[in-house]
Structure formats: structure tokens, C-alpha cells
């Protein structure tokens, strides 16, 4: 198994394609497990702090109900929880966290805050999404992928919607595992031109297509799986209304579906909203994975978080 002693996880660009594929190979490895009840207290008497500026369903209950089967403690501290919501500095809460904790998952808005956090933090520090990335969904998404295609090189995901955190960290994560990715996104809502570069440059390496277009149809042509997001992210509430006209388009339903290659899989990070970004019919439709792809969250949290953090 993987070691990634003394790192952190703030993108998937910090981490090594052979490194993120042998956490997926650790967290399906782990899932037999679980499902086995086979003990496995590889965090035995350690301890993760989960900071949450922003809500969350999915990583707060995974990574806590991981930390407790690795044979250790996690800590639900949101927003009105901790003195930095009252002024503390981000500095001097990495630095006291630090000497309580083995680990710090944090959810937060401002990606350079987290930054800012881990600079200071002697423990590793997991970005649990902000405002720009959500690497630990992209390694589940990754690990979901491995398991209904067999294998991830040549494949093609096109991700249909709005240009932000789930689109960014897709384009890096499987940029680095050599599959191709499509992005499509209305005019003014595409993903930042740096991190499309970076991904660009990763993919150099793994001969995968890493593009972006307003065109849903030519985004999913051929795709082996097609995702989508909500149109309108935690933060971004007040556009909300002027977001479902421009994104009224770029519904995934059976129609966007059938370009893809037949045996495609959909994806969706959740939480989900039926009749915006995808259909009723294809969310809960044969094709869709989304809560085996929700499961693997703690599945490949637990393999991260042993990487990061076992002696
Ligand atoms: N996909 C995801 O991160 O969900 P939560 O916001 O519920 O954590
Ligand atoms: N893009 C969404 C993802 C939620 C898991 C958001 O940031 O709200």
C-alpha cells in the first residue's frame, strides 16, 4: 500500500498517478473488508479534526464513520464551532490543531485559505471541497469508474455543466490517469483557463484529450461516462435564478444520454437535483451509479487517510 507520509491532499495535482492508483487499488482492497467484517484498525488511536464552513452530507458521515473503522476518532467542528468563526487566524488554528490531531479534513470556501492552513499545519491537511476543488470525490469518482470499466486508460468521461470545483478536479484527476475528459459548460460558466492548462500538461504525459466546449452533444459523443453537477454551487445561491436559464441546455437526460457509447455510466457527485442538471429518468435510471459512487467516498477516504497518516 501507499505511503504519503508528510503531504497533504489539496488537489490531485499534489499526488502521483501511481500513488492515486494504488490508493484506489488500497480502498477496493478495504471495501472487501468492511464488507467481510474484517477488523482493520490501521489509524488505531488516531485522531481527525473535520473543520466545515460549508454543509455536507456525504464527507462529513464518510469520513467520520471511516476514521471509526480505521480504529480511530474523527471531530465534526462547523462553522460556529471553532474561534476562527469569531476571528482567529487560519494560521493559529493550524498550528493548535496540530498538536491535538494526527489529521485536519476541511471544507471550506476559499481554496487559498486551505493553502494557508496546510502551510501551517505539522499534520496532513485533506481538502474536503472548496470553492475551486474536490479531490477526494474525484478519487472516488476514479475508483467507481475502475470498477464497472475494469480499467481507466483510453476511457473518456464528459462532464456536462457548470465549470467549477467537480469540473476542475475531474479534468486533473483524469488527466493524470490517462482518461480523456470533455467538458461542457455555457459561455461565461467554463472552467478556469489555468487549471484546463494544468490539466493539460498532465495529460501530455497519459495521452489523454482534455478539452472544453459549449456543446453538450459533441462533449458526450462516444463518452464511457457521462457526469454532471448542480448548476448552482454552495456560495453561489444569489445567481441562482439567472444559472437556470443559462444552464437550461445542458440538461443530462435520455436524449444527451444516447450519444454516449451504450454501455456509458452516469455520474453525479450529489446532492442532486431532479429536472435541473439531470433528468429523473436517467438519476434513477439503469445507467446511473451514483450511490455506488457515493459509497466508494468512504471506501477510498479510508485508503487516502491510511496513506496520510499511519506510522
Ligand atoms: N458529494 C459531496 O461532497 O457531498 P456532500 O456535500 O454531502 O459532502
Ligand atoms: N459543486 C458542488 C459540489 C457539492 C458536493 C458545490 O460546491 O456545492
Redesign the pocket.
Given at each position: 500500500s501507499v505511503s504519503l507520509k508528510g503531504k497533504h491532499l489539496l488537489t490531485l495535482a499534489d499526488i502521483a498517478k501511481e500513488d492515486i492508483m494504488q490508493i484506489i487499488l488500497d480502498a477496493i482492497k478495504l471495501k472487501d473488508m468492511q464488507k467481510k467484517g474484517i477488523t482493520h484498525h490501521y489509524l488505531k488511536g488516531k485522531t481527525l479534526a473535520m473543520i466545515f464552513e460549508k454543509l455536507s452530507t456525504r464527507t462529513r458521515v464518510s469520513f467520520e464513520v471511516g476514521m471509526f473503522q480505521l480504529g480511530g476518532h474523527a471531530l465534526f467542528l462547523g462553522k460556529d464551532d471553532l474561534q476562527m468563526g469569531r476571528g482567529e487566524t487560519v494560521e493559529d488554528t493550524a498550528k493548535v490543531l496540530s498538536r491535538f490531531v494526527d489529521g485536519i479534513m476541511i471544507r471550506a470556501y476559499s481554496h487559498e485559505a486551505v493553502e494557508q492552513l496546510a502551510h501551517n499545519s505539522s499534520v496532513p491537511v485533506i481538502n474536503g471541497?472548496t470553492d475551486d476543488y474536490?479531490p477526494c470525490?474525484v478519487l472516488a469518482d476514479l475508483m467507481t469508474l475502475y470498477e464497472v470499466k475494469g480499467n481507466l486508460e483510453g476511457k473518456k468521461l464528459a462532464y456536462v455543466g457548470d465549470g467549477?470545483?467537480?469540473a476542475h478536479s475531474l479534468m486533473i484527476g483524469c488527466a493524470k490517469l490517462g482518461v480523456s475528459c470533455s467538458i461542457a459548460a455555457p459561455k461565461g460558466y467554463e472552467p478556469k483557463q489555468s487549471i484546463v492548462k494544468k490539466a493539460q500538461e498532465f495529460a501530455k504525459e497519459t495521452d489523454a484529450v482534455i478539452e472544453v466546449t459549449n456543446d453538450p452533444k459533441a462533449a458526450v459523443k462516444g463518452a464511457d461516462a457521462v457526469y454532471t453537477?448542480?448548476w448552482t454551487?454552495?456560495g453561489w445561491e444569489d445567481e441562482q435564478e439567472e444559472r437556470l436559464k443559462s444552464f437550461a441546455d445542458f440538461q443530462v437526460n435520455s436524449e444527451l444520454m444516447s450519444e454516449a457509447d451504450p454501455k456509458a455510466v452516469f455520474l453525479h457527485?450529489l446532492p442532486a437535483h431532479r429536472g435541473e442538471e439531470v433528468s429523473t429518468e436517467v438519476i434513477d435510471g439503469p445507467q446511473s451509479i451514483v450511490f455506488e459512487e457515493a459509497e466508494n467516498r468512504l471506501h477510498v477516504q479510508k485508503a487516502l487517510m491510511v496513506a496520510l497518516m499511519a506510522d
Open positions: 471541497l474536490h470525490q467549477n470545483n467537480m453537477d448542480v454551487s454552495m457527485c
